[in-house]
């Protein structure tokens, strides 16, 4: 294992006992038929049900669409290249002379995908536990940054709990207008709650509507 592997590893907080593991993790497609793609499609999987776990723990009281919408953004490519950068793990990808001559190392789906594959070694290497310690370890800032579970509630239930709390009004609801064929409409609605007022537009009458109820909680707060 050279030197930017042995960094690699101080960095992931685990030291591979098969580090065959960790170097086809490393191999993108285009520099061998022995590649990362195998190991990146069960690290995606192990990744899902790591965050998966952890979110239905944390967040006891949080609905399936709540808990779906967090785990997508932690685990998307944008949020794992950015995890990966952080690693520099760019600089010890083997890839074949045409990604590294277009900048491979830093493309986004390459990073993520050889992550995800780093994910996948480490649970073939020291099983369920060294999998779930490596993804936790790398994501534990995000992990603390998360919202608290009432901030989770989309915005048109936080507004109308908030009113509630302070028994007042609830908030109303207007549709402005309404454009396009049915199959691509677009909706102008308003909500206004006592002297706050705000206007959205969304693809769908439900989108507008939260997207208002969200302008008018920031005036609000």
Known sequence: MNLLATQLCTALDYTFQQPELLEEALTHRSASVYNNERLEFLGDALLSLVIAEYLFQRYPKASEGELSRLRASLVKGEALAELARSL???????????????????????????????????????????????????????????????????????????????????????????????????????????????????????????????LVLEQMQ
Request: charge should be neutral.
């Open 88 to 214: 520099n793990l760019g600089k010890v990808l083997r890839l074949g002379q045409g990604e590294l001559k277009s900048g491979g190392s830093q493309r986004e789906s390459i990073l993520s995908d050889a992550l995800e594959a780093i994910f996948g070694a480490a649970y073939l290497d020291g099983g369920l536990t060294a999998g779930r310690t490596v993804i936790l370890h790398l994501y534990r800032e995000r992990l603390e940054e998360l919202a608290s579970a009432s901030e989770l509630k989309d915005p048109k239930t936080r507004l109308q709990e908030y009113q509630q709390a302070r028994q007042q009004p609830l908030p109303m609801y207007n549709v402005l207008e309404i454009h396009g064929e049915p199959h691509a409409q677009s909706f102008r609605v308003e909500c206004a709650v006592a002297e706050f007022r705000a206007v959205a537009v969304g693809n769908s009458r439900r989108k507008a509507e939260q997207e208002a109820a969200r």
